[in-house]
């Protein structure tokens, strides 16, 4: 079946250093899923973040980018510089064209100042 | 634009009652899912709705679990004879297009 794995947290970086998330993935019944990363902020629900449906596209939305990688079925999300802000949940989670979603785990991320 | 309305945001039973946790999707949304998220399992698919009608239930446990969408503006999930291991946060989540899903905040469930 189809899957997705990522970064296992917790995640802590410095304020303004650089970030990165791996994130692989499996998909066995489409041959390009669609490519998301939702977050979770700290008392907010799950919430799009970026999503790119095109192989080979980059998504980009609050700083954070993530580059659809079909030869290495990756979708690594990363921030030049994070803030104290940016600390929530990253799930990296991949959609088949239909309504069938498969999330990874999740990656906690904290930023410490 | 109030988002995905998930009530109540915890609820507590004892084994063996039974649980009811609503949904209110965003107005215009045709699609509906609920998912159920716990540490070990993670996010976990149960069903989807669209345009009201039960598309795909594959994700249930079938014996216990129901759900239903009488109207376009709230579904409802049903556990019955809740079980400990049946503790955890249900999401709903709603979209236009089954593409892209709004959540909900979710309802945490500890079933005693």
């Known amino acids: 079946g189809d899957s997705v794995t990522q970064t296992e947290g917790p995640v802590t970086v410095s304020e303004s250093e650089s970030l990165i998330i791996n994130c692989t993935y499996s998909?066995?019944?489409?041959?390009?899923?669609?490519l998301f990363w939702y977050v979770r902020y700290p008392g907010e629900g799950l919430q799009l973040l970026l999503k790119v449906i095109t192989a080979g596209q980059k998504g980009s939305s609050r700083g954070f980018e993530a580059t659809y990688n079909k030869e290495t079925t990756s979708f690594h999300l990363q921030k030049a510089s994070v803030q104290e802000s940016d600390s929530a949940v990253y799930y990296c989670a991949l959609g088949r064209g239909n309504y069938k979603y498969v999330f990874g785990a999740g990656t906690r991320l904290k930023v410490i100042a | 634009n109030a988002g995905v309305i998930q009530t109540p945001r915890h609820k507590v039973t004892g084994k063996g009652q039974e649980a009811t946790l609503w949904c209110e999707p965003i107005?215009?949304?045709?699609?509906v899912f609920w998912y159920r998220q716990t540490i070990v399992q993670g996010l976990e698919f149960l069903t989807y709705?669209?345009?009201?009608?039960?598309?795909?239930d594959s994700g249930m446990p079938k014996e216990r679990f129901s759900a239903q969408m009488p109207n376009q503006s709230h579904s409802t999930l049903k556990i019955q004879s809740t079980q400990p291991q049946d503790s955890a946060v249900y999401l709903c989540?709603?979209?236009?297009?089954?593409?892209?899903?709004?959540f909900g905040s979710g309802t945490r469930l500890t079933v005693l």
């Open positions: 709705f669209r345009n009201q009608a039960p598309i795909d």
């Open positions: 998909a066995t019944s489409i041959a390009y899923p669609n």
């Open positions: 107005s215009g949304h045709s699609a």
């Open positions: 989540a709603s979209s236009p297009s089954a593409e892209t899903l709004y």
